[in-house]
């Protein structure tokens, strides 16, 4: 019995299902690319592949079809979504003009704090520069912390409900030969106009380096021709 002096036990946290262990697997592998947009989901490798059985499959493709990832098909196996330039390059676009305009107010408003964090951010992804998983994980702290400290609610909460569509198409872009290397001198530049407070600089090279990202994409999947 529990005296009265003792805390109350806390409760248990429920154990990850296996449904949602296999989705997050295989969003992983989706987003990635490790399953490249169109190709076959075959319920029974999956269940090989992810060590469970075919109905935690079967859950997690109804899940993934939720967030867009999967497409499932009436008498035959899902697939991987198609990825189109045509319904990606708006958002590209969306994600230049937001970007671009945080990095500008950010140049002003950023504290000390938050500009050795970006700091630390560039360095991680230095080092994490042939760890594809790890640097895009890196990658996207950075560009949210700059949406942060632009200190703008309303476009913060739009950023982040818009630009998860688009992970998938960066990570085509990365594929590129050069383009990691690319991708953090432009980084290292943006925070040095930060932390030079330079709104005009941060702004520019903020919007370079999304359009960057962007006609990379469309060069890999090639314009106007669904993946």
């Not at 529990?2 to 296999?22: D, M, N, V, Y």
């Not at 560009?143 to 913060?156: D, E, F, K, M, Q």
Request: with cysteine; hydrophobic share 45%.
């Amino acid at each position: 019995m529990t005296s009265a002096a003792e805390p109350p036990p806390r409760p248990s946290r429920p154990e990850t299902s296996l449904t949602e262990q296999a989705a997050t697997a295989l969003r992983r592998l989706i987003l990635l690319n490790l399953l490249a947009p169109g190709e076959t989901l075959n319920e029974p490798d999956l269940s090989v592949r992810l060590g469970v059985s075919r109905t935690p499959v079967r859950e997690a493709l109804k899940l993934l079809a939720g967030e867009g990832l999967v497409t499932l098909r009436r008498n035959r196996a899902a697939m991987v979504a198609r990825l189109d330039p045509a319904d990606l390059v708006p958002l590209f676009e969306l994600e230049v003009a937001l970007e671009s305009f945080c990095a500008g107010l950010a140049a002003n408003r950023m504290t000390g704090a938050e500009l050795a964090r970006l700091d630390q951010l560039q360095s991680a992804m230095e080092a994490a520069r042939d760890d594809r998983e790890s640097y895009t994980r890196l990658n996207r702290q950075a560009h949210r912390l700059i949406v942060t400290a632009a200190r703008s609610p309303a476009i913060a909460e739009a950023h982040g409900r818009a630009f998860p569509r688009l992970a998938r198409a960066r990570n085509f872009a990365l594929a590129v030969d050069g383009r990691v290397a690319e991708s953090l001198a432009e980084h290292r530049a943006i925070l040095e106009a930060l932390r030079g407070r330079d709104a005009e600089g941060a702004r520019a090279l903020m919007r370079v380096h999304v359009a960057r990202t962007q006609a990379l994409m469309v060069a890999q999947l090639g314009e106007g021709a669904p993946r």
